[in-house]
């Protein structure tokens, strides 16, 4: 359920753009979880603030859904997927560490209403080929994830 | 210290491509302010904050340029030119040349032309450029993160923690922020960001920070919109 490559978490159940640093997870009622990866966490360094896209935006994948700032930092979080943002993470306003603290979990960025979740899926990795796929990047590019004071015990 | 020539940090280009982006910097109407004739009279290098810390020399710039050795040039405008801290203390120059404001040209030639190490000399600077060009404030008093800055001392964790107390402690309600340096108001941002959008600079941030580029759009074409202003970027 849970691989670490140079120290980085990954879900093997989650589905990741790895390019992006991004997570889905499918939910039940039919919307998906969206967040960063513990591997965008630690290159963004500690989080000051995230502000997520109202609910009612409709993205395509590729586009920011939210904006994420540290220190020196800042980024979008691409949308690995299709759709309506339905639900964002109002806890991120006030504890914007949450996304190093807990990046696939309290740490969630927004829910959405996929509108072609099928054909988006298959572009993303998921399970031993994600982290494969991780290995490889950070590798690549000399990566070993840091955690701050208060991170989740996985 | 020597200048690294070796070429192999530089994406390796044709001289006609050298020779394109010199003639570029020479293009711009600043140039024939910046540069007239060199004695070697180091006082450049002498007054150079730069010139102290990092293997960088403004007489080195300005005698490349004058010289026009693009093979030089080419190496100066993925390497040295990012060691410049852009101060213009080498303005003294008695000859009236200005190694700083070529080097000003040459950054911005190494920005539109989208030069890899443009893209990473800048990388560090993402927050900055966000801040400026969302806020019109450069600085924002909650970059003070020991992360960011631990070379402020151990004092940085206890301002980081209270920022918000240290900013209302000072006298004037418009620099009651931690997010942005000052109070800016409504009307001071949307000329701002027609201004980013009348000039073409948004192109520039574009070519240089993809992501960077998405997120001002989002804010600018949100705010203008609000404002009554039909604007787009992309």
């Known amino acids: 359920m849970i691989s670490k490559v140079n120290e980085c978490v990954l879900f093997t159940n989650l589905h990741y753009k790895v390019e992006d640093n991004t997570w889905v997870r499918v939910n039940d009622d039919g919307t998906v979880t969206v967040g960063m990866t513990d591997v965008a966490q630690s290159l963004a360094g500690p989080v000051l603030h995230a502000k997520a896209k109202k609910v009612g935006t409709v993205r395509k994948k590729g586009r920011p859904i939210a904006t ?3 220190g020196k930092w800042v980024g979008p979080v691409k949308s690995p997927i299709s759709g309506e943002i339905v639900e964002i993470n109002e806890n991120l306003a006030s504890q914007a560490t949450l996304l190093n603290k807990s990046p696939y979990n309290e740490g969630w960025v927004v829910k959405m209403k996929p509108s072609a979740l099928e054909e988006d899926l298959a572009d993303l990795l998921t399970g031993e080929e994600a982290v494969k796929a991780y290995q490889a990047k950070v590798d690549a590019d000399g990566i070993t994830c840091t955690h701050i004071e208060g991170t989740e015990e996985y | 210290m020597t200048l690294d020539l070796s070429m192999n940090k530089y994406a390796d280009v044709s001289m006609e491509e050298k020779e394109r982006l010199f003639a570029e910097v020479k293009a711009d109407e600043r140039w024939h ?6 004695y070697e009279c180091g006082i450049c290098v002498a007054s150079c904050p730069s010139a102290r810390f990092y293997d960088f020399s403004p007489r080195v710039i300005a005698q490349a340029v004058a010289r026009e050795d693009v093979d030089l040039i080419y190496t100066l405008m993925n390497d040295s030119i990012w060691d410049c801290s852009q101060c213009f203390s080498c ?3 008695p ?7 070529i080097i000003t040209v040459m950054r911005e030639v190494a920005v539109k032309n989208g030069l890899q190490t443009a893209k990473q000399a800048l990388e560090g600077y993402g927050r900055i450029i966000y801040k ?8 924002s008093p909650d970059m003070l993160q020991p992360d960011a800055f631990p070379d402020w ?20 309600e418009t620099l009651h922020t931690t997010e942005t340096g000052w ?4 009307k001071t941002i949307i000329e701002l960001y027609l201004i980013w959008h009348m000039t073409g600079v948004m192109d520039l941030i574009e070519g240089i920070d993809e992501g960077l580029f998405m997120i001002l759009v989002d804010v600018m074409e949100e705010r203008l919109e609000d404002a009554g202003y039909d604007v787009t970027f992309d």
């Not at chain 2, 302010?33 to 060199?38: D, M, P, Q």
């Not at chain 2, 004092?155 to 004037?172: G, Q, T």
């Open chain 2, 91 to 93: 303005d003294r120059c």
């Open chain 1, 68 to 70: 994420v700032e540290s």
């Open chain 2, 132 to 139: 400026i060009m969302s806020t019109g404030s450069q600085v």
């Open chain 2, 33 to 38: 302010h910046v540069l007239y004739g060199c």
């Open chain 2, 153 to 172: 001392g151990v004092h940085v964790n206890e301002i980081a923690e209270n920022l918000d107390i240290w900013r209302k402690a000072l006298p004037p």
């Open chain 2, 95 to 101: 000859r009236q040349n200005s190694p700083g404001q």
């Open chain 2, 183 to 186: 109070t800016i108001d409504d």
